[in-house]
């Protein structure tokens, strides 16, 4: 099974989410990656790359485009309804459910911390956290 994590810019959530989903599930065998719909860096936050460190979280991969190939065969979990739109309007056959909806059912938006303070990458993280905690791979 492969998961790739899904945000606007790919350096925020979606490498949090990566790196804590590889750390929580390093041996069930599922690949987790993430990627962006509007990818314009080559790095990840410097606050999410903090978090990472600090719970000695593995890396994540380097911000990617979502591309036709990442939706074939993957099952694309994204952080807000307007994200899980705009894949469906791009991707019409992917497999694509937010992270609220795969973890517990529910409909919720990850909060973006994106040009918010060291508090607001916090809160994203705990969110993701608590979402992925529930996967029953």
Do not use: W
């Amino acid at each position: 099974m492969k998961i790739i994590f899904v945000c606007t810019g790919n350096t925020c959530r979606s490498p949090l989410a990566e790196s804590y989903a590889k750390t929580q599930f390093r041996n069930e065998g599922t690949a987790f990656e993430s990627r962006g719909l509007m990818v314009f860096a080559d790095g990840i936050s410097p606050l999410s790359k903090r978090i990472i460190e600090r719970e000695g979280l593995e890396e994540p991969s380097s911000p990617r485009q979502l591309m036709g190939e990442d939706t074939e065969e993957a099952l694309l979990l994204v952080m807000t309804k307007a994200h899980k739109r705009a894949v469906k309007d791009q991707f019409p056959s992917s497999d694509v459910r937010m992270i609220s909806e795969f973890s517990e059912g529910t409909v919720e938006d990850v909060i973006d911390p994106y040009g918010g303070s060291e508090a607001d990458y916090e809160r994203a993280f705990r969110q993701l956290k608590q979402f992925i905690d529930k996967f029953r791979l």
